[in-house]
């Protein structure tokens, strides 16, 4: 199971938007893709406890944005 902790770039660190509850030392992985396929592919075998077809409707529905 994954843990998702949203975080802003601040040109050389990450900080997270929230308070992570992890001990301190842990290792993490940042996945930034282009598309929601990247992401897929990244996160492919994480358990989800949430409707996917609930979170592709969302999706769908907002506008896209580059950073």
Same mark, same amino acid.
């Given at each position: 199971? $994954?843990?998702v902790?949203?975080?802003?770039?601040? $040109?050389?660190?990450? #900080? =997270? &938007?929230?308070?992570? +509850? &992890? =001990?301190? $030392?842990?290792k993490?992985?940042? /996945?930034? %893709? @282009?598309? /929601?396929?990247?992401?897929? +592919? @990244?996160?492919? %075998? /994480?358990?989800?406890?949430?409707?996917l %077809? @609930?979170?592709? @409707?969302?999706? #769908? %529905? #907002?506008? +896209?944005v +580059?950073?």
């Amino acid at each position: 199971m $994954g843990t998702v902790i949203e975080a802003v770039y601040d $040109g050389e660190s990450f #900080r =997270p &938007l929230q308070k992570a +509850r &992890l =001990p301190k $030392g842990t290792k993490v992985k940042v /996945i930034v %893709g @282009e598309t /929601i396929w990247d992401l897929m +592919r @990244e996160i492919e %075998g /994480i358990e989800v406890k949430a409707n996917l %077809g @609930e979170v592709f @409707e969302d999706v #769908r %529905g #907002r506008e +896209r944005v +580059r950073y």
